[in-house]
């Protein structure tokens, strides 16, 4: 038990990397700037999936755990289109979702923007085009933004989300 302790204490906290969290912090800072500028401090999003893998929603959980936790920044999840400013959208756009899709973007007060994730609603994922895929998303809604990945990490959602907030 000793030599544990000893390895421990010599070795010290081998989980964290310290130059990632920096620079992840000034990505939180300016994201909080940002919606507190653009979003009098709040963000609302209402994912939509749209026939997906449920990956991307997977990553999107992580985004609310201690240590992305994403409402510390401003950005909230919100069950109805009608209570928010930007819609994640995942998914091929499946002939039966679309209609759903189209409902909930009707839904949301302007000013609205759309931001997709993944692969899938850009249709560069490795689903071939069918009659029950109406991809890629931007043929048929205004796409302000796109975060790429298969799926993308919890990290690559949040720059993503931090260049939407810079092109807007």
């Known amino acids: 038990m000793i030599q544990f302790w000893n390895k421990r204490i010599k070795l010290g906290i081998l989980t964290e990397n310290p130059e990632h969290d920096e620079a992840f912090k000034l990505i939180q800072k300016e994201i909080?700037?940002?919606?507190?500028?653009?979003?009098?401090?709040?963000?609302?999003?209402?994912?939509?999936d749209s026939?997906?893998?449920?990956?991307?929603?997977?990553?999107?959980?992580?985004?609310?755990?201690?240590?992305?936790?994403l409402e510390r920044l401003g950005i909230y999840f919100v069950a109805s289109p009608r209570h928010a400013d930007v819609m994640l959208l995942s998914g091929l756009m499946t002939f039966?979702?679309?209609?759903?899709?189209?409902?909930?973007?009707r839904q949301m007060p302007e000013p609205k923007w759309i931001i997709t994730l993944g692969e899938c609603p850009a249709m560069k994922s490795p689903f071939e085009n069918s009659f029950a895929?109406?991809?890629?998303?931007?043929?048929?809604?205004?796409?302000?933004?796109?975060?790429?990945?298969?799926?993308?990490?919890?990290?690559?959602?949040?720059?993503?989300?931090?260049?939407?907030l810079r092109k807007i």
């Open 96 to 105: 039966n979702m679309t209609p759903h899709v189209f409902d909930a973007y």
């Open 32 to 48: 909080k700037e940002r919606v507190k500028k653009k979003f009098a401090g709040s963000l609302a999003i209402r994912m939509v």
């Open 133 to 164: 895929i109406n991809a890629p998303a931007e043929d048929h809604l205004p796409i302000t933004h796109h975060i790429p990945g298969c799926p993308p990490e919890p990290k690559e959602i949040i720059e993503g989300l931090l260049a939407f």
């Open 51 to 69: 026939g997906s893998c449920n990956a991307c929603e997977a990553e999107c959980n992580a985004l609310s755990n201690p240590y992305y936790d």
